[in-house]
């Protein structure tokens, strides 16, 4: 369990990460495209312009007012990519049956018997191969199983 929720952790991580590029990625889009726009109106004689994010109020180059805009759009970005996919793996977590207690045990036998008459066995087969559920030096001798009452 605790190797799910580091790969859970890292996806998140790396989807906030993704977010936070593609927020830079818009603002150095819009501010190309303004640079653009601004070429074609200078071009037509028009002076009618639009200020990219590198543009100071002196209309010159300013570095820091750039990092500052470009660095609040990656914070913002991986903020909302955490939270979104937070919520993501939250709701996907919550549909992870409990298979606890008496009325797990119930319950982990009628999936079992679902995939079973879904043709699902040679699935179930594969998988109860691949788990380790316990010493794997342990007796092998077959011991009759109760499960709740079936």
């Known amino acids: 369990m605790a190797g799910q929720g580091k790969r859970m952790t ?3 991580v790396s989807n906030a ?3 936070g590029f593609e927020e830079v990625s818009e603002e150095a889009l819009q501010d190309f495209s303004k640079s653009l726009f601004n070429v074609s109106r200078y071009l037509s004689g028009d002076d009618t312009r639009l200020r990219p994010t590198w543009e100071g ?3 010159k180059f300013n570095l820091m007012n750039t990092l500052n805009d470009y660095a609040l759009n990656f914070v913002g970005g991986f903020i909302g990519g955490g939270i979104g996919n937070f919520k993501t ?3 996907q977590a919550n549909k992870i ?3 606890s207690g008496e009325d797990g045990r ?3 036998f009628k999936e079992l018997v679902y995939y079973i008459r879904e043709g699902k066995a040679k699935e179930i087969k594969t998988l109860a ?3 380790q559920l316990s010493d794997p030096n342990r007796s092998t ?3 009759p199983l109760s499960i709740g009452g079936y």
Do not use: Q, T
């Open 97 to 99: 049956p409990n298979f």
């Open 57 to 59: 109020e002196d209309g």
């Open 106 to 108: 119930k319950n982990a």
């Open 89 to 91: 793996i939250y709701n």
């Open 141 to 143: 001798n077959i011991v």
């Open 17 to 19: 990460i993704g977010e």
């Open 10 to 12: 890292a996806h998140m």
């Open 129 to 131: 191969s691949k788990l």
